[in-house]
C-alpha cells in the first residue's frame, strides 16, 4: 500500500507555482513573430520595468538564471579584463568560474558561510585600483546558498565611487528584498523565473543600464545563443533573436499581472513577515541558524544547522516522507551540515505553520531532546497574528 501525502515544496526556488500561472501555460502557441505577441512583450517588458524600478532596458531570455550571468559576462567585457567577485557562498563561485571561463583577470573577494560582503572591504580593494583596472564588481543581492542578504546599496555606492559597472545576480533576492535599480545605480542585474516570480524554471530577465550597454561595445568574448546586444537590440521591438519559451513568456505575463496587482510594497512585506516567523519559530525551538544576524538575513530562504546529535539529512528525509514537505539540503561544503527552508514566491503563512509543526514532530521523533510540541509553531503564530 502506498500512503498518499500532498505535497508542499519549501525550498529556495523552483516554487510552487500559483494554478492561473500553471494554467497560462497551457495556452495555445502564437507566432512569437506576429503582432500580438510583440505586444505581449512590449507590455510585459514595460511591467517588468516598474516591478524591477528602474527606466533601463530589459530583456528576457529562454535560459536559467545561469544563462543570464553568463550573457552579462561574455557580454560586457573584454578578453584580459580584470573584475572583482565579492563571494559569500556557492554562487558567488559561480561568478568566480564564469568570469574565469572567459579568461578574465579575476580578483575575488571571498567571505565565510554565513557572512555577507562588507561594503567598507570592498572600497578598501578599489582604493587599491588606482589605475582603475577592475572594469566590473559581481556579487549576489541574495546568496541562496547560505541565506544571507547582502546590502547591495552600500556596496553600490562605493562601486560607482570606483567606477566599475555593478553587476548584481538578483535571482532569488529580487522581490524577496528591495532593489532599487536606478536609485541605486545597478549597471546589470539578473532575475529568474523560479523564484519570487512563481514561474517555472526556464526564463531570465536582466535589466541593463546604459553604461553596461556602452561597456558592450569594447567586448570582443564570444558569444551567440547568450547575446546580450543582440537580445536588447530585438527586445526593443518586442522580440527576441530566437524562439523564445512562448508558454513561459505567458506565465510571465500573467504571474506579473498578479504582482503588479498585489503591489511592491505588499511584496516586500510578505517576505519580511514569513522570514521573521520561520526565524522566530526556528530559535524558540533552540535551534542555530547559519546566518543569527537579522539585519543580514535572506528574506527568501533560511538555512539552519540540525541540533546536537541529529543529522540534516535524515531530518529532510522524514519531512518528505511522513509529511510530504521537501527542504533543501546544503551546498557545497555545507552539504548535508544543514537544511534549508525555502519562504519566497507562492509560499504563504499557513504552509509556514505547517513546516514548523511537522518539523517539531519529525524532529522529537529523531530524539532531540526537551524540544516541546507547539513552541516553534506559536512563536511563528505571533509573527503571522501580527497585523
Ligand atoms: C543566487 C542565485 N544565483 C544563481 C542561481 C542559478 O540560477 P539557475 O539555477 O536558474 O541557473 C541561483 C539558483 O538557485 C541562485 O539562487
Known sequence: MKKYVSELLMIPGPTPVPSQVA????????????????????????????????????????????????????SCFAKGDKVLVATVGNFGKRWVKLAKVYGLDTEVLEYDYGQAVDPSAVKALLANDTEKKIKGVFFQMNETSTA?????????????????????????????????????????????????????????????????????????????????????????????????????????????????????????????RLTQAVRSALRSLGMRLLNENDKTASRAVTAVYPPDGLNADEIRQRMKDDWGITLSNGQDEL????????????????????????????????????????KGVQAAQNVLARK
Not at 546590502?151 to 553587476?167: P, Q, R, T, Y
Open 335 to 374: 552539504k548535508g551540515k544543514i537544511f534549508r527552508i525555502g519562504h519566497l514566491g507562492h509560499i504563504d503563512p499557513k504552509d509556514v505553520l505547517a513546516v514548523i509543526a511537522c518539523l517539531e514532530i519529525v524532529l522529537s521523533q529523531l530524539g532531540m531532546p526537551g524540544i516541546q510540541w507547539g
Open 148 to 272: 544571507v542578504l547582502n546590502d547591495v546599496e552600500e556596496i553600490a555606492k562605493v562601486v560607482k565611487a570606483h567606477g566599475a559597472l555593478v553587476i548584481v545576480d538578483a535571482i532569488s533576492g529580487f522581490l524577496a528584498s528591495d532593489l532599487k535599480i536606478d536609485e541605486w545605480g545597478l549597471d546589470v542585474v539578473i532575475t529568474g523565473s523560479q523564484k519570487a516570480f512563481m514561474l517555472p524554471p526556464g526564463l531570465a530577465v536582466v535589466a541593463v543600464s546604459a553604461r553596461a550597454k556602452k561597456a558592450m561595445e569594447a567586448s570582443d568574448l564570444p558569444h551567440f545563443y547568450l547575446s546580450l546586444p543582440a537580445a536588447l537590440k530585438q527586445a526593443a521591438e518586442g522580440q527576441t533573436p530566437y524562439t523564445p519559451a512562448v508558454s513561459l513568456i505567458y506565465q510571465l505575463s500573467t504571474a506579473v499581472k498578479i504582482l503588479t496587482d498585489e503591489g511592491l510594497e505588499s511584496i516586500l512585506a510578505r517576505h519580511e
Open 23 to 74: 494554467l497560462a501555460g497551457a495556452q495555445n502557441m502564437m507566432s512569437h513573430r506576429s503582432g500580438p505577441f510583440k505586444k505581449l512583450m512590449l507590455d510585459l517588458t514595460a511591467q517588468l520595468q516598474a516591478l524591477l524600478q528602474t527606466n533601463n532596458e530589459v530583456v528576457i531570455l529562454s535560459s536559467s538564471g545561469t544563462g543570464g550571468m553568463e550573457a552579462v559576462v561574455s
